[in-house]
């Protein structure tokens, strides 16, 4: 795989939870043909990995073990990508809200951010890359030419989030949602290494007020002003 991905477009993806980035980066990847990194997956597999273990998870080393050792395999086919950790599927068991909160705390580890630098990196193949996460545009690809910063109320989020999971038949409280999306943002603003924030040359979407198909053209028409690439 690549160490550098200099000559590799990269165009980034950050926002906080619930701020439709998932969706926008599956879109805008199809679109342009590019390989799609989910940031956010690696560390609800460094969560879920260390629950599987029985690990303790307020023990930055072990943790940052698992981050190193994690046995992941990304099983495209087609539209789906299938998520294998050690050979199991835990596409689905990934994204439970429990191994999200775990995954943010997993992520404030210094040693486990870095244990996953590089493994993020070795995403930027060719064609492209469209990288989906926090720190994408500051840390893992400060040198991509277009960025985005996505965001929207924590309110509108919760409210997203909320049907999503109605749709699944789960029961949901929306005031517990609210408070999660918000101590979730805390944990994640306020952390000391990788903090989410836009970077300096981002253009930040606020999406409260707009719909996929809005933030999809804003984002494509960016994409082709910049890099002059058919969208
Ligand atoms: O995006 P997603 O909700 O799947 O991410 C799960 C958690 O992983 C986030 O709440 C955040 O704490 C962490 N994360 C991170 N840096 C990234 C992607 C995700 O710290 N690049």
Known sequence: MNTTTDSIIVITID???????????????????????DSGAL???VALSAVKQQANIHNEQAIAQIATGLDVKFDVQGEATKILLAG?????????ETVGMNASLVAAYPAVRTALLQRQKDFAQAPGLIADGRDMGTV????APVKFFLTASAEARADRRFKQLQQKGASVDMVEL?????????????????P??????????????????QVLNL?????????????
Request: proline share 3%.
């Open 140 to 143: 893992v690809f400060p040198q």
């Open 178 to 194: 609210i408070n999660d999306i918000k101590a979730r943002d805390e944990r994640d603003t306020s952390r000391s290494v990788s």
């Open 43 to 45: 560390y609800r597999l």
């Open 219 to 231: 984002m494509l028409a960016r994409a082709h002003n910049s890099l002059g690439i058919k969208v």
């Open 196 to 213: 989410l924030k836009p970077a300096v040359d981002a253009l930040v979407i606020d999406s409260t007020e707009l719909t996929i198909e």
């Open 88 to 96: 199991e599927d835990v596409t689905d068991a990934i994204r439970h």
């Open 15 to 37: 926002g906080p939870s619930g701020s439709g980035k998932g969706t926008l980066s599956q879109l805008v990847a199809k679109r342009l043909s590019f390989h799609l990194l």
